[in-house]
């Protein structure tokens, strides 16, 4: 475990993120401030800065690249049978390297006792990610097509590795790797953003690593598309797909429909229909995710 840990660690990470830009910015105020209104993006589900659901390529906090600068953040996802709740923090290294860390907690309720776990039975998760941005800018870069490109991991360690193997999964902890590639512009107040991930979570590894099904690394994408539709809010949409390595259920893709807003350049909360398809034997489960965020 600590071998993947410190290889973990020893990668440039993304988890990246962010929801937009403020609308009609000019050429003096991008060159002069710092990061413009919401670009130090909102807190994914595995901590660092990013779409929610899906990774992206900034990097957490409002430094530019003379500075540092973090957040912290506290989400919850309620869907048909299941919740979650996730808080984590994240700090930006002269806009080039992000360290993020995070807590998970899976809560089955009801349904624990379906599943024979007891109800409320709970699944925790901690996550430690690294990211570095290798490549371009998306915010500054206005003058070309080429985003900003970050590569990293995530290290991640489940606490119930006897259920994780009696489901069908190979270990309780496991390393993610990813490159994400982001891209905001200005005039059209539109940001656009994809990740390939290399991975063997199970629901991102609050079921494990690998399966009965099948051990390796598999390739998966995340895109999210977004649209500032004032200089505080951002509206768009996310996908993600997931690998489904355990025969006792198949694991979906995960699909959202979100809303952010700034309240402040320190706060901003985010909210959005989720749809996770189907979750250790139970279909349909959709519901709302609620994330709040604060940074400098």
């Known amino acids: 475990m600590r071998r993947q840990l410190l290889k973990a660690l020893g990668l440039a990470a993304v988890v990246a993120g ?11 105020e991008i060159e002069t401030g710092g990061k413009l209104l919401l670009t130090g993006g909102v807190s994914s589900l595995e901590g660092g800065a990013g779409g929610g659901l899906a990774t992206w390529a900034v990097i957490a906090g409002n430094e530019t690249n003379n500075g540092v600068g973090g ?8 869907v048909s049978d299941y919740t979650l709740r996730a808080a984590g923090a994240a700090v930006g290294l002269h806009d080039r390297i992000e360290l993020s ?21 709970t699944f925790k998760q901690d996550i430690v990610g690294v990211k570095l941005r290798v490549l371009g800018d998306a915010v500054y870069e206005q003058d070309t097509w080429v985003p900003q490109v970050s590569i990293g991991a995530q290290y991640k360690k489940n606490n119930q590795d006897a259920i994780v193997r009696a489901i069908g999964g190979r270990k309780d902890s496991g390393v993610d790797y990813y490159v994400a590639a982001t ?14 991930r290399l991975t063997k979570a199970n629901q991102t590894g609050l079921l494990g690593f690998g399966g009965d099904k099948n051990d390796s690394y598999t ?27 355990l025969g006792f259920a198949r694991e979906d893709d995960w699909v959202d429909l979100f809303a952010a807003y700034a309240i402040n350049k320190t706060v901003s909360v985010t909210a959005a229909y989720v749809d ?7 279909k349909d489960q959709r519901g709302v995710y609620i994330s709040l965020q604060a940074g400098f």
């Open 101 to 121: 860390v995070a807590r998970q907690e899976f809560d089955t309720g009801a349904t624990g006792a379906k599943l024979g776990l007891g109800k409320g039975f």
């Open 219 to 245: 390739a998966q994408f995340e895109g999210s598309a977004g649209l500032l539709l004032s200089k505080r809010l951002a509206v768009g949409a996310e996908y993600r797909t997931k690998p489904s390595n």
């Open 18 to 28: 962010t929801l937009g830009c403020a609308a009609g910015a000019t050429a003096a």
């Open 71 to 78: 957040k912290v953040h506290a989400t919850y996802v309620d």
């Open 276 to 282: 996770l398809g189907e979750i250790a034997t139970f």
């Open 183 to 196: 891209k905001l512009v200005l005039d059209k107040s539109l940001v656009l953003s994809g990740a390939m």
